[in-house]
């Protein structure tokens, strides 16, 4: 990766107060937000003793990087290539390859932030237990981040212009949500719908997240999920993927 072309992005994404307000600072806000109503802070039989705001830490952990990866990253992408960024680089030395991993950097780091600080507020706003196997959940929340740059690279590689990425984006980003557990956590939901929700990028990161969160090793079928999403994704990436 070339380290001038990443110090350039960084600033440029420095300069993007609605990039650094929605993966930053919104999934903390929402769980602020979520944590101030009384009877999400009490504990749930249905829950298997734990608390709404307990479930939601995990929910808001994903967020941030599904907000990353389907919102901000293909809109970047995807106008660097319509205002033909991307074609002038290829006959300079910087390779587009090379802006390319600075953007998985500069988002998977953004993402990987927007965790900490959801976590860390968990913790010390609402007495949220920090994941019981830490291990496991940095396993789960890397294979998280990197299934969400390779949708998000999807979306850009099959997107000609930014309103087009947006409405791709937008179209997987609310489904998306959903299986993460935005609107119902995973342990709320019937068994049938977590076992399909299961299969999905972010139902299986949720789950393998949970699992961790509570000392349990992430379970290898969550896991592998999220596996073969990362090489289907990343494999139709490469194979659709355009620089002009």
């Known amino acids: 990766m070339n380290t001038a072309v990443l110090r350039t992005e960084i600033r440029l994404f420095r300069r ?3 990039a650094l307000f929605w993966i930053l600072l919104f999934p903390t806000l929402l769980l602020v937000i979520l944590g101030s109503i009384p009877s999400f ?4 039989a249905d829950l298997g003793g734990l608390r709404t705001i307990d479930v939601y830490v995990p929910v808001a952990v994903l967020l941030g990087l599904i907000v990353g990866g389907l919102q901000s990253m293909p809109q970047t992408l995807t106008g660097y290539r319509e205002r033909g960024i991307l074609r002038r680089m290829a006959t300079t030395p910087v390779r587009p390859g090379a802006l390319l991993s600075a953007q998985t950097a500069v988002y998977g780091g953004a993402a990987l932030a927007s965790a900490l600080l959801v976590l860390a507020v968990g913790r010390l706003a609402f007495g949220v237990r920090l994941p ?3 291990l496991g959940y940095l396993l ?7 299934v969400a740059l390779a949708l998000g690279s999807v979306v850009s590689a099959l997107s000609r212009t930014t309103k087009i990425a947006g409405a791709i984006g937008s179209a997987v980003f609310f489904p998306s949500m959903f299986c993460a557990g ?3 956590p995973v342990q709320s939901m019937p068994h049938l ?3 399909i929700v299961g299969f999905t990028p972010f139902g299986a990161a949720a789950q393998a997240l949970n699992q961790a969160a509570a000392g ?3 379970g290898w079928g969550h896991l592998g999920v999220l596996a073969v999403w990362i090489l289907l994704l990343t494999g139709a990436a490469v194979r659709w993927f355009r620089w002009e």
Request: aromatic share 8%; proline share 12%; no cysteine.
């Open 193 to 195: 719908m977590a076992r």
């Open 140 to 146: 789960a929340l890397l294979a998280a981040v990197l």
């Open 216 to 218: 349990h090793w992430p």
């Open 182 to 184: 935005v609107w119902l």
């Open 16 to 18: 993007e107060p609605g």
């Open 132 to 134: 019981r196997q830490p």
């Open 41 to 44: 802070r009490q504990h749930q």
